[in-house]
């Protein structure tokens, strides 16, 4: 098939996700390779996204292929009641690498079926059904899990289900909490009121809180250790536990393992993943479990399962993923090349007003862009369809071969972890082209 046939048969006959299909104008991917991917004009795009902010190890990586492909060759499927050796094996390399004593993983398909699975486990084992979440927070598309995530897109699918409680966000740019404050303070006084949230919930209601161990796709905006450490302190005291979601935020993203290893006194009770444990080349999530909790299903029933649940080819990705990141380096690496991504953009930021705000840590960057840097009014709306400016500053980076997220009035830095300087050093380029687009709507 020619391109403009795959794109057409690909829009009469499959569904866009998230968007009205009209206006669906899908780009005819065909190979990726490292930080690259081509189209079927054999165009080539820097992936500077990562695509959905999972393919962490670059693309189509010989270890990780071979591993599936041996895999696929010996066995693709075995019910998830019988085991295979990669499985064995990925538990243990979780395990190794999780915070706390958290040893023990229920595997699932995606990111979406690990939170809902992490609610459940919280809810079976406390007996209680509350889970408070941040507004400002994307945990899922199935019912349950978009109901959790305070993002927009949970709207059209409202009241979704029940027993779901929502906190204020630590969003230091933008909360009027933080005005005339440190960020410190503006946390303490957010954990304050999530403490009272509880109490007016009733603690013995509250099941667990559920947040990103580092926020993603709602703007990075992360809190200091003041806020992680009060929300350990709350989910002991009224006895819930605390389950963090690193669907996004895992695998060396933030420059650790995991998002919450950037606070060392907060050691979550349940970890949900998905993404980066295969780099996306197969789906799979994880929820990963505290020894605690883990016993007290040795005698009750863990009422959760799918007949993909610890897929045999998934089981074979991850481990050869996860032996990627040891061999490679890559979770040290992400810190070291999030400190050139970093410099690069606050660079951009001195030369481009419409920059309001740059926030993050290693290989994981949103500029957030605003019409006027002392009212901080958005280039773009918050859920709303992209505006002129957004729209010519995406078209340019498309044309000029960058990929990226664009959502609202803010652009994601996330490249895989695998990047160089020079490649670093591309990207920021051809975002400063967009930047100048941009500025020309500076009103400040
Ligand atoms: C923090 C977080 N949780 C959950 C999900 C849902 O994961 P999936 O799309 O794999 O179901 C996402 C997806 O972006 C995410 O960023």
Known sequence: MIPSQIAQESKE??????????????LVMERGEGVYVWDADGKRYLDWSSQLVNVNIGHSHPHVVKAIQ?????????????TTEARAK????????????????????????????????????????KILTRYRSYHGGTFAAA??????????????????????????YRNPIYNGRTQEEGDAIIADL????????????????????????????????????????????????????ETMSGFGRTGEWWGINHYPKAVPDIITTAKGITSG?????????SQRV???????????????????LAMAAAVATLEVYHNEGLIERSREMGKVLRRGLMDLA??????????????HHVIELVKDRRTREPISGFNQPPSEPMKRAAAYLKQNGLTTLVRWNMIFNTPPLIITEAQIEEGLQILDGALTILDEYYEG
Not at 91 to 117: H, Q, R, W, Y
Not at 152 to 171: F, H, K, Q, S
Not at 350 to 363: C, N, Q, S, W, Y
């Open 13 to 26: 006959h499959t569904f866009v996700s998230w968007n009205a299909q009209a206006a669906w104008s899908p």
């Open 70 to 82: 041996e895999q696929a060759a010996k066995l693709c499927y075995v019910e998830p009641s019988a």
């Open 90 to 129: 990925l538990g243990a390399m979780l395990a190794d690498v999780a915070p706390g004593d958290l040893s023990k993983t229920l595997f699932c398909n995606g990111g979406t079926d690990a939170v809902e699975n992490g609610m459940k486990v919280a809810r079976l084992f406390t007996g209680r059904q």
């Open 147 to 172: 109901s959790a995530g305070g993002d927009p897109r949970r709207l059209a699918n409202e009241p979704g289900v029940p027993w779901i409680v929502r906190m204020p966000d630590p969003y230091a």
């Open 194 to 245: 999530i403490e009272e949230i509880v109490h007016m919930e009733g603690p013995q209601y509250c099941a667990a809180i559920l947040v990103e161990g580092y926020s993603g796709s709602s703007g990075v905006m992360q809190p200091t250790e003041v806020y992680f450490n009060r929300l350990r302190e709350i989910c002991d005291k009224y006895g819930m536990l605390l389950i963090v979601d």
């Open 281 to 289: 080349y197969v789906p799979l999530g994880a929820t990963i479990v």
């Open 294 to 312: 883990a016993e007290y299903f040795d005698d009750h029933v863990l009422h959760a399962g799918l007949t993909y649940s610890a897929h045999t």
């Open 350 to 363: 001195e030369k481009h007003p419409v920059i309001g705000d740059v926030r993050g840590t290693a290989l």
